[in-house]
């Protein structure tokens, strides 16, 4: 074999380029030389040879490739702006995308601790709306109490119909009303006398707010009706049971209806307790 072709294929065979397909114009050219040295002598002679051309892929190293990805890291740092940022407590350090992504678990734990925040809100005005309405027809009947009042006083005109207006306005002026005087305790102009309200109806009027179970509210106008009768005197089992009622009251969850449910239900027990017991002294 000629010495230049030979020389050729250990210059190619040490740069490990793969002779079977990698780079085929080398390998044809090889070829071609190779057929004009053996169909010309005279070429064996000719000093001159076309000249090759040869490319060689590299492979980095594993150090390399460290220091590559390093000068890539320091290269962001300078051109990108990065931010800083604590996300389910630990610190991440990134483009704003990638740190919106990182974060966007705690954002929506949190737009769900919103939405739900804003149920209980919605909730509490509808139990206030409720309680003003109340409170605007129990103030209808005393105004009507006070109209068939005057007729029946100064014009001397009184139906049957105004009889039982009167009869009504009676027990909502005299009789108690726990969740319209309980609001009585707001705001700046409010009352501050808490101690009357709780001798009356057994619980503090930000307690009394809370509640939506008529049957509560009734329990506690019932007491409170007692409490304030001046003509009638309350029977100490009366009281006792009343307190037992509020006792376990406070300990039961407030959003459950304790009316509903198992039959060994404290609460219940003792609200059934506290309606069939003698009110005062001098009745049955």
């Known amino acids: 074999m000629p010495p230049k072709l030979k020389d050729l294929q250990k210059q190619c065979k040490a740069t490990r380029l793969d002779y079977r397909g990698k780079i085929p114009e080398l390998i044809q050219r090889l070829k071609d030389h190779k057929d ?42 300078e051109e990108e702006e990065l931010d800083v940022k604590m ?3 630990e610190l991440y350090v990134g483009n ?6 990182a974060g966007l678990p705690t954002e929506v734990a949190s737009l769900k601790g919103e939405v739900k925040d804003l149920k209980g809100e919605v909730n509490e005005l509808r139990d206030h709306v409720s309680t003003l309405r109340l409170a605007g027809q129990e103030y209808r009947r005393v105004r009507n109490r006070f109209i068939s009042t005057f007729k029946r006083d100064k014009l001397d005109d009184m139906t049957r119909s105004d009889l039982d207006i009167i009869r009504e306005g009676n027990i909502t002026a005299h009789g108690g009303d726990a969740a319209v005087d309980a609001l009585l305790y707001e705001g700046v102009e409010g009352r501050y006398d808490t101690y009357a309200f709780e001798e009356l109806y057994g619980m503090h009027p930000s307690d009394v707010k809370k509640i939506t179970h008529k049957e509560t509210i009734d329990i506690l106008n019932l007491h409170a009706g007692v409490r304030a009768d001046n003509d009638k005197t ?18 039961s969850d407030p959003k459950v209806n304790y009316l509903i449910g198992e039959s060994t239900n404290v609460t ?17």
Do not use: H, N
């Open 96 to 101: 704003p995308r990638g740190l919106g992504l």
């Open 36 to 77: 004009r040295e053996e169909s010309s002598p005279e070429d064996q002679e000719d000093p001159k040879c076309d000249a090759i051309l040869v490319t060689q892929s590299k492979v980095s190293s594993e150090e390399e490739t460290k220091r590559d990805a390093k000068d890539a890291f320091g290269q962001s740092l």
């Open 234 to 251: 309350g029977t100490d089992e009366f009281y006792k049971r009343f307190a037992d009622f509020i006792q376990a009251f406070k300990r």
């Open 87 to 89: 996300v389910m407590g």
């Open 268 to 284: 219940r027990a003792a609200y059934w307790s506290l309606l069939k017991c003698q009110r005062y002294t001098d009745s049955a």
